[in-house]
Protein backbone atom coordinates (compact mmCIF):
# COMPACT_ATOMS: atom_id res chain seq x y z
CA UNK A 1 0.00 0.00 0.00
CA UNK A 2 1.55 3.55 -1.14
CA UNK A 3 1.01 6.42 1.61
CA UNK A 4 -0.24 9.20 0.43
CA UNK A 5 1.27 12.87 0.65
CA UNK A 6 -0.42 15.87 -0.20
CA UNK A 7 1.01 18.83 -1.35
CA UNK A 8 -0.45 22.41 -0.68
CA UNK A 9 1.33 25.54 -2.70
CA UNK A 10 2.21 28.60 -1.81
CA UNK A 11 1.01 31.89 -2.80
CA UNK A 12 1.96 33.84 -5.40
CA UNK A 13 0.72 34.25 -9.59
CA UNK A 14 2.71 31.63 -11.25
CA UNK A 15 3.39 29.55 -8.36
CA UNK A 16 1.84 26.04 -9.04
CA UNK A 17 3.42 25.89 -12.38
CA UNK A 18 6.80 27.82 -11.63
CA UNK A 19 7.91 27.49 -8.25
CA UNK A 20 6.66 25.32 -5.96
CA UNK A 21 6.51 22.06 -8.89
CA UNK A 22 10.28 21.85 -8.33
CA UNK A 23 9.47 21.07 -4.79
CA UNK A 24 7.26 18.95 -5.43
CA UNK A 25 9.36 17.14 -7.79
CA UNK A 26 12.25 17.07 -5.40
CA UNK A 27 9.77 15.10 -2.80
CA UNK A 28 8.82 13.05 -5.11
CA UNK A 29 12.14 12.16 -6.28
CA UNK A 30 13.57 11.65 -2.83
CA UNK A 31 10.94 9.88 -2.15
CA UNK A 32 10.93 7.20 -4.17
CA UNK A 33 8.55 4.01 -4.83
CA UNK A 34 5.40 3.53 -1.84
CA UNK A 35 4.35 6.89 -1.84
CA UNK A 36 1.33 8.75 -4.14
CA UNK A 37 2.22 12.49 -3.70
CA UNK A 38 -0.81 14.80 -4.44
CA UNK A 39 -0.29 18.19 -5.63
CA UNK A 40 -3.40 19.97 -6.04
CA UNK A 41 -3.58 23.58 -7.78
CA UNK A 42 -5.38 25.46 -5.28
CA UNK A 43 -7.79 28.38 -6.15
CA UNK A 44 -6.24 32.05 -6.72
CA UNK A 45 -2.99 31.48 -5.96
CA UNK A 46 -2.31 35.57 -6.76
CA UNK A 47 -4.70 36.28 -3.98
CA UNK A 48 -5.31 33.37 -1.59
CA UNK A 49 -7.67 34.18 1.40
CA UNK A 50 -8.89 31.41 3.62
CA UNK A 51 -12.45 31.33 2.30
CA UNK A 52 -11.03 30.28 -0.99
CA UNK A 53 -8.63 27.79 0.26
CA UNK A 54 -9.79 26.36 3.57
CA UNK A 55 -12.67 24.59 2.23
CA UNK A 56 -10.74 23.09 -0.70
CA UNK A 57 -7.90 22.09 1.69
CA UNK A 58 -10.62 20.78 3.49
CA UNK A 59 -11.73 18.51 1.53
CA UNK A 60 -8.38 17.36 -0.16
CA UNK A 61 -8.33 16.34 3.43
CA UNK A 62 -11.43 14.24 3.35
CA UNK A 63 -10.34 12.41 0.69
CA UNK A 64 -6.90 10.75 1.94
CA UNK A 65 -6.42 7.64 3.41
CA UNK A 66 -5.47 6.81 7.11
CA UNK A 67 -1.51 7.24 7.72
CA UNK A 68 -1.51 10.00 4.77
CA UNK A 69 1.20 12.98 5.52
CA UNK A 70 0.03 16.89 4.53
CA UNK A 71 3.12 19.12 3.34
CA UNK A 72 2.18 22.87 3.08
CA UNK A 73 4.45 25.10 1.84
CA UNK A 74 4.43 29.02 2.88
CA UNK A 75 0.85 30.54 2.91
CA UNK A 76 0.00 26.86 1.64
CA UNK A 77 1.27 25.44 5.62
CA UNK A 78 -0.44 28.31 7.40
CA UNK A 79 -4.14 27.63 5.56
CA UNK A 80 -3.05 24.40 6.49
CA UNK A 81 -3.24 24.79 10.37
CA UNK A 82 -6.28 26.62 10.31
CA UNK A 83 -8.00 24.26 8.39
CA UNK A 84 -6.68 21.40 10.35
CA UNK A 85 -6.99 23.22 13.79
CA UNK A 86 -9.95 25.59 13.03
CA UNK A 87 -11.56 27.19 15.94
CA UNK A 88 -13.63 26.34 18.54
CA UNK A 89 -16.70 27.05 16.47
CA UNK A 90 -15.79 24.53 14.17
CA UNK A 91 -15.63 20.50 13.75
CA UNK A 92 -11.82 19.70 12.62
CA UNK A 93 -10.89 18.73 9.33
CA UNK A 94 -10.06 15.40 9.39
CA UNK A 95 -10.97 12.40 11.98
CA UNK A 96 -8.87 9.95 10.68
CA UNK A 97 -4.72 9.80 11.92
CA UNK A 98 -2.96 11.32 9.90
CA UNK A 99 0.99 10.53 9.61
CA UNK A 100 2.41 13.45 10.17
CA UNK A 101 2.07 17.30 9.26
CA UNK A 102 4.83 19.34 7.74
CA UNK A 103 5.36 22.88 7.25
CA UNK A 104 7.70 24.15 4.95
CA UNK A 105 8.70 28.21 5.29
CA UNK A 106 5.48 28.94 6.86
CA UNK A 107 4.17 32.74 8.05
CA UNK A 108 2.77 32.96 11.46
CA UNK A 109 -0.26 34.77 11.08
CA UNK A 110 -0.85 35.97 14.18
CA UNK A 111 0.95 37.58 17.55
CA UNK A 112 4.24 38.32 16.69
CA UNK A 113 4.07 37.03 13.14
CA UNK A 114 1.90 38.51 9.99
CA UNK A 115 -0.72 40.29 10.71
CA UNK A 116 -4.10 39.66 8.18
CA UNK A 117 -7.65 40.84 8.69
CA UNK A 118 -8.53 37.44 7.38
CA UNK A 119 -7.73 34.68 9.99
CA UNK A 120 -5.20 34.07 12.68
CA UNK A 121 -3.73 31.31 13.89
CA UNK A 122 -4.22 31.02 17.79
CA UNK A 123 -1.25 30.47 20.78
CA UNK A 124 -3.65 27.20 21.42
CA UNK A 125 -3.51 25.94 17.65
CA UNK A 126 -1.31 22.29 19.05
CA UNK A 127 -4.61 21.84 21.68
CA UNK A 128 -6.94 21.92 18.35
CA UNK A 129 -5.06 19.60 16.37
CA UNK A 130 -5.54 15.69 16.42
CA UNK A 131 -3.43 14.00 18.83
CA UNK A 132 -0.77 12.00 18.43
CA UNK A 133 0.36 13.82 14.78
CA UNK A 134 3.68 14.36 14.73
CA UNK A 135 4.31 18.21 13.72
CA UNK A 136 7.59 19.07 11.41
CA UNK A 137 8.45 22.52 10.84
CA UNK A 138 11.08 23.21 8.31
CA UNK A 139 12.69 26.78 7.30
CA UNK A 140 15.30 27.79 5.75
CA UNK A 141 17.65 30.24 7.37
CA UNK A 142 18.29 32.75 5.02
CA UNK A 143 14.54 33.00 3.81
CA UNK A 144 14.00 36.79 2.95
CA UNK A 145 10.25 36.19 2.54
CA UNK A 146 8.91 34.69 5.47
CA UNK A 147 11.66 35.89 8.47
CA UNK A 148 13.24 32.41 10.09
CA UNK A 149 11.68 33.13 13.45
CA UNK A 150 8.37 32.32 12.07
CA UNK A 151 9.08 29.19 13.12
CA UNK A 152 9.90 29.50 16.63
CA UNK A 153 5.94 31.68 16.87
CA UNK A 154 5.32 27.80 15.57
CA UNK A 155 7.27 25.89 17.68
CA UNK A 156 5.06 27.84 20.76
CA UNK A 157 2.20 27.51 19.39
CA UNK A 158 2.53 24.21 18.98
CA UNK A 159 4.46 22.45 21.70
CA UNK A 160 5.13 18.91 20.58
CA UNK A 161 6.03 20.47 16.77
CA UNK A 162 10.25 19.57 15.93
CA UNK A 163 11.30 21.96 13.83
CA UNK A 164 14.36 22.65 12.13
CA UNK A 165 16.30 24.75 10.72
CA UNK A 166 17.72 24.44 7.34
CA UNK A 167 21.37 26.42 7.17
CA UNK A 168 21.79 28.64 3.83
CA UNK A 169 18.45 27.67 2.33
CA UNK A 170 15.73 30.21 0.86
CA UNK A 171 12.14 30.76 1.04
CA UNK A 172 12.15 27.70 -1.59
CA UNK A 173 14.54 25.31 0.64
CA UNK A 174 16.84 25.63 -2.25
CA UNK A 175 14.43 23.24 -4.37
CA UNK A 176 15.97 20.48 -2.75
CA UNK A 177 13.44 18.59 0.43
CA UNK A 178 15.47 15.54 0.66
CA UNK A 179 16.04 16.39 4.23
CA UNK A 180 11.89 16.19 4.48
CA UNK A 181 11.58 13.32 2.44
CA UNK A 182 13.98 11.20 5.07
CA UNK A 183 11.25 12.47 7.50
CA UNK A 184 8.53 11.21 5.93
CA UNK A 185 10.32 7.58 4.74
CA UNK A 186 11.51 7.32 8.72
CA UNK A 187 7.76 7.76 9.73
CA UNK A 188 5.81 4.32 11.44
CA UNK A 189 4.58 2.31 9.06
CA UNK A 190 0.97 2.62 7.45
CA UNK A 191 -1.22 1.22 10.22
CA UNK A 192 -3.12 -2.46 9.10
CA UNK A 193 -7.02 -2.23 8.57
CA UNK A 194 -8.98 -0.53 6.39
CA UNK A 195 -7.51 2.92 4.69
CA UNK A 196 -10.97 4.70 5.61
Known amino acids: MHRQVLFL ?26 FDVRYPRLPDEDDPTASTWVPVIRRELASLDRGAVVVGH ?15 TTARAVDRPLGAIVLL ?14 FELSDAIGSRL ?6 YVFHGTVDDTVPPAHAELYARAIPHADVRHLPGRDHQLDNDLRVVADVI ?12
Do not use: M, Y
Request: proline share 11%; aromatic share 4%.
Open 130 to 135: LANVPV
Open 185 to 196: RGLPPLPPGPTR
Open 9 to 34: QGAGEGTHDEWDDKLVASLREALGDG
Open 105 to 118: AAPFVGEGGWPTDD
Open 74 to 88: SVGGALLIQALAGDA
